[in-house]
């Protein structure tokens, strides 16, 4: 079975701190993903990559930052954290084709204060 | 804007009932569609795939898909208690993998 991990399952940070979150698959896989969920608006792309070392912006990069060093490991950073930025995130990885599906980790749910 | 479309919901079922979701997409170059399935609280989960023209079936659940008509749907047979969830289309066209996901719909299968 995939495994995709997400380092912490809840996480609380207060205004202006820079938060690390790290997300790890065990599939080899290519493309790795950040999304954030909020109610209401879906699941929303922040970054994505493709390879190691390449990244994308997706629909809502602004105040996020992304590092890709090894092809397992995806990161994703909020340079200076706002209380806009409390969500649920969630990090995903697939092949690199176009039939192979996402697959998520856990997610992250950030809280902000 | 590519766009993947689905009923936001709820949609009420009763137990052992057939729930029948619908999804439309906007982009023709689709190739990949999928289905997910999301308890609150958790993540998505993948529950089917499908790829061309026509009906796939797993256990309880059906997914049909007609690129003519851009629409794909989801039939969940015998539904149980535990089905209820947000069911999230998404549907994949360009060479970098991403998906694009509908809003999904909810499901509320009720005794």
């Known amino acids: 079975d995939v495994k995709v991990t997400q380092s912490s399952r809840y996480l609380v940070k207060r205004t202006g701190e820079k938060v690390f979150l790290e997300c790890v698959q065990d599939m080899d896989h290519e493309n790795m993903f950040w999304y954030r969920q909020d109610p209401g608006l879906g699941l929303r792309l922040i970054y994505f990559?493709?390879?190691?070392?390449?990244?994308e912006k997706g629909d809502i990069p602004e105040g996020y930052s992304v590092s890709r060093e090894k092809k397992e490991r995806f990161s994703l950073i909020l340079e200076s954290a706002s209380t806009n930025q409390t969500s649920m995130y969630l990090c995903?990885?697939?092949?690199?084709?176009?039939?192979?599906?996402?697959?998520f980790g856990n997610g992250t749910r950030l809280t902000v204060t | 804007q590519k766009e993947v479309e689905q009923n936001s919901g709820p949609l009420s079922v009763p137990e052992g009932a057939i729930a029948s979701l619908n999804c439309t997409y906007s982009d023709r170059g689709s190739q990949s569609f999928f289905w997910y399935r999301q308890y609150s609280g958790k993540s998505p989960e993948l529950i089917m795939s499908?790829?061309?023209?026509g009906d796939q079936e797993d256990g309880r659940f059906t997914a049909q898909l007609n690129k003519a008509s851009q629409y794909v749907s989801l039939l969940i047979r015998d539904s149980q208690p535990s089905d209820s969830a947000t069911y999230l289309c998404?549907?994949?066209?360009?060479?970098?993998?991403?998906?694009?996901f509908g809003a999904g719909t909810q499901v509320v299968v009720t005794p």
């Open positions: 990559s493709y390879d190691v070392k390449m990244k």
């Open positions: 998404a549907v994949k066209g360009d060479s970098w993998g991403k998906l694009q």
């Open positions: 995903a990885s697939s092949f690199g084709d176009r039939a192979s599906p996402l697959h």
């Open positions: 499908i790829y061309s023209n």
